[in-house]
Nanobody, 127 residues
Framework: QVQLVESGGGLVQAGGFLRLSCAASGGTFSSYGMGWFRQAPGKTREFVSAITWSGGSTGYADSVKGRFTISRDNAKNTVYLQMNSLKPEDTAVYYC????????????????????WGQGTQVTVSS
């Protein structure tokens, strides 16, 4: 089991930016795809972005496409989510997660395809 710790959340004005980080420890990181999800108050957790183990393929929810960028540094066991042009509707707790399958070239969008989760970091975008 991998331990995941998110950081970088905070309060930002609309149009601003944040970079989230997710540091992994206690297991293999570089051979697994990673994903970011978010949960807004009163809503279910939803997919935001995913990246394959090599970083060669990425995927995004339509709501963040063109504004968010996922990346990873396998040497640092860390995955990032650069969030630009933030909107109030981006307000949520953001979670990173590790995919179940080793070495897959698929960017998974379903929560069931992830096995390890971080505790989340709050992102609040004011209007």
């Amino acid at each position: 089991q991998v331990q995941l710790v998110e950081s970088g959340g905070g309060l930002v004005q609309a149009g601003g930016f944040l970079r989230l980080s997710c540091a992994a420890s206690g297991g293999t990181f570089s051979s697994y795809g990673m994903g970011w999800f978010r949960q807004a108050p009163g809503k279910t957790r939803e997919f935001v972005s995913a990246i394959t183990w090599s970083g060669g393929s990425t995927g995004y929810a339509d709501s963040v496409k063109g504004r968010f960028t996922i990346s990873r540094d396998n040497a640092k066991n860390t995955v990032y989510l650069q969030m630009n042009s933030l909107k109030p509707e981006d307000t949520a707790v953001y979670y990173c997660a590790r995919a179940r399958l080793l070495g897959s070239y698929i960017t998974y969008v379903n929560q069931e395809d992830y096995i390890d989760w971080g505790q989340g970091t709050q992102v609040t975008v004011s209007s």
